[in-house]
């Protein structure tokens, strides 16, 4: 899984929006991560993105709500 690298939604099937302290976001956590690991076996990419680290990122992709998928 791809995390805090540029991010080129062109190579990413799912793409997950986050922020540590998100209560939503904990809990989809373990399944998010889960579904990683899946994803090699499936052909598809996956990753995420912390939005306290890359704030720029929540304006691109008008990110309002936390967690947020993009596919």
């Keep these: 899984m791809r995390t805090n690298v540029r991010i080129d939604t062109r190579l990413l ?5 986050y922020a540590p302290w998100c209560p939503a976001c904990q809990q989809i956590e373990l399944t998010w991560e ?4 899946e994803s090699e076996h499936l ?5 995420k993105v ?4 890359e704030p720029g990122l929540s304006g691109r992709f008008f990110v309002t ?7």
Excluded at 50 to 53: K, L, R
Excluded at 65 to 71: N, R, S
């Design 43 to 47: 052909d598809v990419t996956v990753g």
């Design 65 to 71: 709500t936390l967690p947020t998928i993009y596919q």
């Design 13 to 17: 099937d799912y793409l997950i929006h």
């Design 34 to 37: 889960s579904f990683a690991k």
């Design 50 to 53: 912390d939005v306290t680290q």
